[in-house]
């Protein structure tokens, strides 16, 4: 992986509350996949390098305000936000 692969630096867009961040020399989450083939000429490099919000981090956090919003709701859970 080139150097600047290891440079991540991840933040919060306070707009939105959505996780930004990395950049397209890595690999920014689990789902992502280096590339390993030589005869391809992706080793080395991202297959899926994404800069910008990792999908799979907001959908787990939208399901995880929907699930504590709805607990509220149903008096499971004591607080009316996060």
Excluded: Q
């Amino acid at each position: 992986m080139h150097k600047d692969g290891f440079s991540v630096t991840l933040k919060v867009d306070l707009d939105n509350g959505f996780i930004i961040g990395g950049n397209g020399k890595n690999c920014l989450t689990w789902m992502d996949k280096m590339g390993s083939s030589a005869k391809a000429g992706n080793k080395g490099f991202p297959a899926t390098s994404r800069n910008g919000a990792p999908v799979e981090l907001v959908g787990l956090l939208k399901c995880a305000l929907e699930f504590v919003h709805r607990a509220y709701k149903e008096h499971g859970y004591p607080y009316n936000g996060v």
